[in-house]
Nanobody, 118 residues
Framework: QVQLVESGGGLVQPGGSLRLSCTAS????????MEWYRQAPGKQREWIAGITSSGTISHVDSVKDRFTVSGDNAKNTMYLQMNSLKQEDTAVYYC????????????WGQGTQVTVSS
């Protein structure tokens, strides 16, 4: 089974940028829909952005002018470029893979912490 590992989180000042990576242990694009979620302290996990198995990209309205999701087939890696970060972006960011044919096959990464603070 494919495993996902997120990286790239850290501490950044408001207005700064980070690029998160979600690297899979096997082929993901074209087979899985890939998504980014985040969970802030005391809040529910929320969907941020994703790439479907057919390559359609989408972002939640609240971040679409600041965050960009992309993928690298050769590296089996999905990225989340985050610009103009705000304190309210502080959260644990997770990636998720959902198999295109077996929707019950869902794989989560372990998460990476993003803290936006001065």
């Amino acid at each position: 089974q494919v495993q996902l590992v997120e990286s790239g989180g850290g501490l950044v000042q408001p207005g700064g940028s980070l690029r998160l990576s979600c690297t899979a242990s096997g082929t993901i694009f074209g087979i899985y829909s890939m998504e980014w979620y985040r969970q802030a302290p005391g809040k529910q996990r929320e969907w941020i952005a994703g790439i479907t198995s057919s390559g359609t990209i989408s972002h939640v309205d609240s971040v679409k002018d600041r965050f960009t999701v992309s993928g690298d087939n050769a590296k089996n890696t999905m990225y989340l470029q985050m610009n103009s970060l705000k304190q309210e972006d502080t959260a644990v960011y997770y990636c998720r893979a959902t198999h295109r044919d077996t929707l019950s096959l869902v794989i989560w990464g372990q998460g990476t912490q993003v803290t936006v603070s001065s």
